[in-house]
């Protein structure tokens, strides 16, 4: 009998990236009689995981919530907290390569990873989308309430239907784009109530625009580059922050941040360095949390997690800063919900149609006998 073959974490990643369909049904379709864990166990697994991810998911934007917008810290220095993130992910990479080298591969499966200028040259264009999206994310963060942020970055699927016309030629269902349309039409509505109750920032809109924008062009571009370091999102992970790294100081120089930190007052105290490394340990874990979860479940099912988790995270902001929001507030986030959780379904549905038709046998001739 074959032994199970282990699926690594950059090979999951990756089938996710591409869209592909549950990455354990294909490892094993080509084993015989392989033995399945109970139903309880599944479930506890499951249960588990995704739990670890909306748990890891919800604190990460609270405490850059905390870092990057909290009264009681007062740091303006948006670009240092980003450019400290992706720095203790870099130690982390390198480190976790240090110690896989150290110990057998059945206790810890981590790519080798050593800086190669070239391989770093070749991901620098994704560096700067990266850059881009992790950066303007915060930013929307930072001028937008918690409660406020999913359907401020709510674009995202929008622009994945756009960005793969323009740049892919690929062309959406008609089911598809009204399910966009749902989004955009819960999008204008959740601005136009943020207006009405005083709390709108045109800032953090259009920082929340660009952050849609760049995550839909990393997702394209990623699959572009992962060849050039041998397709570990791990590799990709460590270039991709590394040259984030260099890139931030000329900004953190122009805006004036350098200037900003030496004015902080809490720059001495342990807590403060505390709670930053803590947001780079969590931005590291997400990574690895949503792997584990497209591994137990699905990328289809991975994504509804992520649509049920923005729900839960908006209610758990407005009782936590107790908000009061209008009925039309809430009908907007369930827009943006709706239409995210719809756009999900139809394309599940359609990959699994498409994977469901017959692959003509390259050998057999049409009927017209050509």
């Not at 907007?332 to 469901?356: D, H, I, P, R």
């Amino acid at each position: 009998m074959m032994n199970r073959v282990q699926l690594k974490r950059s090979g999951i990643l990756k089938m996710a990236l591409s869209g592909s369909s549950d990455p354990l049904l294909q490892q094993e379709e080509g084993e015989v009689g392989s033995k399945q864990p109970s139903f309880l166990l599944r479930a506890v697994r499951i249960a588990t995981v995704v739990s670890l991810y909306w748990f890891i998911s919800i604190t990460m934007v609270f405490l850059n919530k905390y870092l990057l917008g909290s009264p009681s810290l007062r740091l303006d220095a948006p670009l240092f907290v980003t450019f400290y993130q992706c720095f203790v992910t870099v130690l982390i990479c390198k480190g976790l390569s240090l110690l896989a080298s150290c110990c057998p591969s059945n206790y810890l499966d981590f790519p080798s990873i050593r800086m190669d200028l070239k391989v770093s040259r070749s991901v620098l264009p994704l560096s700067v989308v990266f850059i881009g999206m992790i950066t303007f994310n915060n930013l929307c963060l930072k001028y937008v309430g918690v409660a406020f942020y999913n359907v401020g970055r709510s674009l995202t699927t929008v622009f994945n239907v756009l960005l793969s016309y323009l740049l892919l030629k690929q062309t959406t269902s008609l089911y598809a784009l009204l399910a966009c349309g749902v989004i955009i039409g819960g999008f204008w509505l959740g601005i136009d109530q943020e207006g009405a109750e005083g709390t709108l920032s045109w800032a953090g809109i259009v920082f929340g625009i660009l952050a849609s924008l760049c995550v839909s062009l990393n997702a394209i571009y990623t699959k572009k580059v992962l060849p050039a370091v041998d397709s570990s999102i791990w590799r990709l992970t460590f270039y991709n922050n590394i040259n984030a790294c260099v890139l931030f100081l000329p900004f953190m120089l122009l805006s004036g941040e350098f200037q900003t930190l030496y004015h902080f007052d809490k720059l001495g105290s342990l807590y403060f360095w505390g709670m930053m490394t803590l947001s780079g340990l969590f931005g590291f874990a997400i990574g690895y949390v949503t792997g584990l979860q497209i591994k137990f479940t699905s990328p289809l099912t991975h994504n509804v997690s992520g649509t049920a988790k923005a729900c839960a995270q908006t209610v758990l902001a407005v009782c936590y800063y107790e908000e009061t929001k209008s009925f039309l507030w809430w009908t907007s986030n369930m827009m943006v919900l709706g239409g995210s959780f719809a756009y999900t379904w139809v394309k599940g549905l359609e990959m699994k149609k498409v994977q469901e038709e017959p692959v003509p046998k390259a050998n057999e001739k049409s009927e017209t006998g050509v």
